[in-house]
């Protein structure tokens, strides 16, 4: 089945530490985005990629850091740096100017 | 910042009524999409409008777009329970790189009794 797949579903974090969401899509779409939400609010756009190692800063992306090493795969890491990280994270993809398909969604909480 | 902000943000109505939908949006833009979310969950696809075009249907779906007032809007006609959820539109633009960007508005909340 093709589709697009988040890990884990659920994510504790300790202050100080760095985490790491995985985002892996089977769809062979070039461009992948990462998205924030917060209970009862739109989604806010960190980091965005068209191709494989390039990659940009979206509205919100003091904290947070990407990588594109493959075209399947768009990991994100919420760092230390991150101060208020408890929030849903969504990932999506998607190709030329067309619909985004999404993942089904992080939520990371900090202890 | 948001691109696109619905309103209204919380609508409330009877199963069989119809649900509209509002997004405005600030800057110019390839199309303008529509998507729906149920609560924790990601977000489902529902209809996409190219800036050159100025309506769309997808059976109980109607939306508009005009451009002139950067606007668009979503019509749900004889709604049902199910389509309880909350309703986002995202803008499609190019950035000062030429990569295409995809943001969002804050959402509408829309709560169908049946």
């Known amino acids: 089945d093709g589709g697009i797949t988040q890990s884990p579903k659920y994510l504790f974090r300790k202050e100080g530490q760095n985490v790491t969401l995985s985002c892996e899509q089977n769809l062979n779409h070039d461009a992948m985005y990462w998205y924030r939400q917060d209970p009862g609010q739109g989604l806010r756009l960190i980091y965005y990629s068209q191709i494989v190692n390039d990659f940009q800063k979206g509205d919100i992306a003091e904290g947070y850091s990407v990588s594109r090493e493959k075209k399947e795969s768009f990991p994100l890491t919420v760092t230390s740096a991150q101060k208020n990280p408890t929030a849903f994270y969504l990932c999506?993809?998607?190709?030329?100017?067309?619909?985004?398909?999404f993942g089904p969604g992080t939520r990371l909480t900090v202890l | 910042s948001q691109q696109g902000e619905e309103d209204p943000q919380a609508l409330s109505i009877q199963e069989g009524e119809n649900a509209t939908m509002n997004c405005s949006y600030k800057?110019?833009?390839?199309?303008l999409q529509w998507y729906r979310q149920n609560s924790g969950r990601g977000l489902v696809h529902l209809i996409l409008?190219?800036?050159?075009?100025r309506e769309k249907h997808s059976g109980r779906l109607r939306v508009t777009l005009d451009t002139s007032k950067k606007s668009s809007s979503l019509l749900i006609t004889a709604s049902r329970a199910a389509d309880t959820a909350s309703y986002f539109c995202a803008t499609d633009k190019r950035d000062a790189g030429g990569y295409q960007k995809v943001t969002f508005g804050i959402g509408t909340k829309l709560q169908v009794i049946p």
């Open positions: 999506a993809s998607s190709t030329g100017s067309r619909e985004q398909f």
């Open positions: 409008i190219r800036s050159n075009e």
């Open positions: 800057t110019s833009i390839n199309n």
